[in-house]
T-cell receptor, first 113, second 109 residues
Framework: KAGVTQTPRYLIKTRGQQVTLSCSPISGHRSVSWYQQTPGQGLQFLFEYFSETQRNKGNFPGRFSGRQFSNSRSEMNVSTLELGDSALYLC????????????FGQGTRLTVV | QKEVEQNSGPLSVPEGAIASLNCTYSDRVSQSFFWYRQYSGKSPELIMSIYSNGDKEDGRFTAQLNKASQYVSLLIRDSQPSDSATYLCAVPNDYKLSFGAGTTVTVRA
């Protein structure tokens, strides 16, 4: 059974640019959530999608957005990049159950210069 | 008060010893609890899920849950150098996982 696939694995962008990250969940999983991980802040929740609907959003500026497609694949976008957006961005996949057991992809390492 | 708190590390244990990790959470209605292991530079890996009070064993790992005390722990028996990693406690609510800050474990050979 294939795991969660995130692309690209690494990105280097310049301040002010925008970036799109992609996540393909485990087959059959309909929930996709995104997290930002930095050394100082730990793992912070960005947003969660289920069946193309955003069910929760974390405390991040509007520059961070996401969406989910009908095949459950998800993308997140960060516009007007800032140096502080440099982080490991993690996607997690979960089945539709309430227990919310989540499995992470390998992550996308974003560096903003 | 943070939603999930873990005992501060780092934790250094000799090979073969027991590593004990603790986590407390604030949401009394939480029904499921997870432990993730994260190696340096890698993504978190789910190693234990626990839903009922008591102990759950999986190989060298034992999770203990006490809902009345809002406390969940992870014991790593016969610690191996390959267990050296950061361990994260996670509790779900409102379609997201709230994570503790993590405890970094180093197993000394």
């Amino acid at each position: 059974k294939a795991g969660v696939t995130q692309t690209p694995r690494y990105l280097i962008k310049t301040r002010g640019q925008q970036v799109t990250l992609s996540c393909s969940p485990i087959s059959g999983h309909r929930s996709v959530s995104w997290y930002q991980q930095t050394p100082g802040q730990g793992l912070q929740f960005l947003f969660e999608y289920f069946s193309e609907t955003q069910r929760n959003k974390g405390n991040f500026p509007g520059r961070f957005s996401g969406r989910q497609f009908s095949n459950s694949r998800s993308e997140m976008n960060v516009s007007t990049l800032e140096l502080g957006d440099s982080a490991l961005y993690l996607c997690a996949s979960s089945s539709s159950g309430d227990l919310f057991e989540a499995f992470f992809g390998q992550g996308t390492r974003l560096t903003v210069v | 008060q943070k939603e999930v708190e873990q005992n501060s590390g780092p934790l250094s244990v000799p090979e073969g010893a027991i590593a004990s990790l603790n986590c407390t959470y604030s949401d009394r209605v939480s029904q499921s609890f997870f432990w993730y292991r994260q190696y340096s530079g890698k993504s978190p890996e789910l190693i234990m899920s626990i839903y009922s009070n008591g102990d759950k064993e999986d190989g060298r790992f034992t999770a203990q849950l006490n809902k009345a005390s809002q406390y969940v722990s992870l014991l790593i028996r016969d610690s191996q150098p390959s267990d050296s990693a950061t361990y994260l406690c996670a509790v779900p609510n409102d379609y997201k996982l709230s994570f503790g800050a993590g405890t970094t474990v180093t197993v000394r050979a």
